[in-house]
């Protein structure tokens, strides 16, 4: 046989095997993953990747288990794709469990496949997104699927803070299959399609007698309003995939590079709307999104976790075309108050921009802790603890605008200038103090009041003496506490000024192991 027909038979058996490999579980089982209205593997990175083109890695590998059957259920590439190639033009990593091998169900080479592709993402300092789609451990290898998850969990670990790690539920994720995820920085989830519970309902059911359906149990809209663990929710896959490649624009490749700087287009300084804002009234709501968009580049404020801890909200934005971390507390929920979750919610989002030098500003208005029995036992110390020290740690540059309420504690834990704030600035409608006026004259003339001859008006007129004495912003920036009070519509020119000298900002921590946060 001539060199030229032996290459030739050579290329065709690698097409003739490339070409078996990429069907994974067989045609009857794409047929059944597309009966469920998901996406195959390889179609949901055709649809992440650039031109849908990428490069995929261990085709061929496949599982070495004989026991309970396996021996007969062998499939190339095993349950997962693993690939490389750009997004948004740069360089990114990503897996994708294929359900069409045994459930995408985690097998050891599986976890070897997906650590490989961690590893690499990590040496090129790249995001790694992945698609989770899995019944979890594969049962039939037993403790070799378990060491699998154990490779996988141990880099999500390692590499976090110096990777983005990105994971997108479009299947089950069963057992201890949620837990890389929830390791990762953001959970997006796509409607009726993405599950995530350490037990499924018939567990649920024999354990605790409840009865409840998959969706209900561990579906997106469960996890992005009650239980906190999704940042996003879509309504398909291809809408969630869009959504992921916005929010890596937004992002840096990794810790020790810088996001990307946009073009953007100059606003003309006064900001007419937002010296409008804020109602007269200062127990009146309004939506702190209002302030927010007329403060970033094009509106285009990029909102993680929006369906759940409404009552702060944080995202990402551009200012002068550079990104920006935003944390609010939004006076249309519940006036702001910081809770439980909302506590967890913003520091979980100032480490993630501290970590990958991204500045955090915050927009203030907070009437406080939230009060009550049911979220001091359920730990309001230990989660606001977390937020003061997540905004303490950070070394990004820091600039805080109190617009309205600075009350206590809230005050203090929202980027007060002790907590190594750079710049504290405040609109003439701040109020700053240690509680509102009300609660503040119960405490201190409590006596005063009971022993007067008139005691509602005396508590009126030393509720009106506080007011005064707090209502306004300029005892604080009297004490140097503010660095200055600002006309509300040059609020993001003096932003824009201050990152623009910021920019070579340089803050260490004492050398440590790392610190203890309460968790
Ligand atoms: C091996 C599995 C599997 C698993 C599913 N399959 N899960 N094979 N190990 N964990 C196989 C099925 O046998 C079936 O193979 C194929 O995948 C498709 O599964 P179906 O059940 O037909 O699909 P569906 O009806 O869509 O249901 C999906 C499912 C269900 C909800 C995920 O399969 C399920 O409940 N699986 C088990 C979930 C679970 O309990 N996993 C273990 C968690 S413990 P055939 O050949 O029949 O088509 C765990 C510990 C990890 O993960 C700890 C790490 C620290």
Not at 48 to 66: G, P, R, W
Not at 87 to 101: C, E, H, K, L, W
Not at 107 to 118: Q, R, T, Y
Not at 385 to 391: F, G
Request: aromatic residues 8%.
């Amino acid at each position: 046989m001539s060199k030229n027909n032996n290459n030739n038979k050579l290329l065709e058996e690698l097409k003739l095997q490339r070409d078996s490999a990429l069907k994974g579980g067989g045609d009857k089982r794409i047929e059944s993953q597309k009966k469920k209205g998901k996406l195959t593997a390889r179609e949901r990175l055709s649809l992440f990747f650039d031109n849908s083109e990428f490069e995929e890695l261990d085709t061929f590998v496949q599982h070495q288990s004989k026991d309970l059957g396996l021996d007969k259920k062998v499939f190339d590439g095993d349950s997962v794709v693993i690939a490389y190639g750009l997004v948004n033009g740069r360089p990114t990593f990503s897996y994708a469990q294929d359900f069409t091998v045994l459930g995408g169900s985690l097998s050891l080479v599986a976890g070897k496949k997906i650590a490989k592709v961690m590893d690499l993402a990590s040496k090129n300092g790249a995001p790694i997104i992945g698609f989770n789609d899995s019944g979890g451990a594969r049962i039939q290898e037993g403790v070799d699927s378990l060491a699998g998850y154990g490779e996988v969990f141990v880099r999500n670990t390692l590499y976090s803070g110096v990777i983005p790690q990105i994971s997108i539920i479009v299947g089950p994720s069963a057992g201890g299959a949620v837990y890389s995820p929830a390791i990762t920085d953001f959970i997006f989830m796509v409607k009726e399609v993405g599950q995530m519970y350490i037990t499924g309902p018939d567990v649920v059911k024999s354990v605790t007698g409840e009865e409840i359906s998959h969706e209900d149990l561990g579906g997106s809209i469960a996890h992005a309003t009650k239980s906190g663990v999704a940042h996003f929710v879509f309504d398909d896959e291809a809408q969630c995939i869009n959504a992921v490649k916005k929010l890596l624009d937004f992002i840096p490749q990794n810790n020790i590079e810088n996001s990307l700087v946009k073009d953007y287009q100059e606003i003309d300084s006064p900001i007419e709307k937002l010296r409008s804002i804020v109602p007269e009234k200062s127990t009146e709501p309004y939506n702190v999104l209002d302030v927010i968009n007329n403060i970033v580049d094009s509106e285009d404020f990029f909102e993680i976790h929006s369906n759940f801890a409404q009552n702060i909200v944080v995202g990402f934005g551009r200012i002068r075309g550079k990104s920006i971390g935003i944390v609010a507390n939004q006076p249309a929920h519940m006036a702001g108050m910081l809770d439980i979750n909302a506590s967890d919610k913003a520091a979980r989002f100032v480490r993630f921009c501290d970590a990958y030098n991204i500045p955090i500003i915050t927009l203030v208005d907070v009437p406080g802790f939230m009060p009550g029995v049911n979220q001091e036992h359920q730990g309001i110390i230990r989660h606001g603890a977390k937020l003061i020290y997540a905004y303490a740690e950070a070394t990004v540059p820091k600039i805080s605008v109190i617009l309205r309420k600075a009350y206590g504690g809230a005050y203090i834990v929202m980027n007060a200038k002790e907590l190594r704030s750079d710049l504290n600035l405040a609109w003439p409608t701040a109020e700053i103090a240690v509680m509102g006026p009300e609660g503040a004259v119960n405490v201190i003339s409590r006596k005063e009041i009971s022993e007067s001859d008139d005691p509602e008006s005396t508590r009126e007129k030393l509720i009106s003496e506080y007011k005064e004495k707090f209502s306004t912003p300029y005892i604080a920036a009297s004490r140097g506490y503010i660095d200055d009070v600002i006309d509300p519509g040059d609020t993001r020119k003096k932003i824009a000024n201050a990152l623009d000298i910021f920019t070579k900002k340089h803050s260490e921590n004492p050398p440590k192991k790392h610190g203890n946060i309460p968790l």
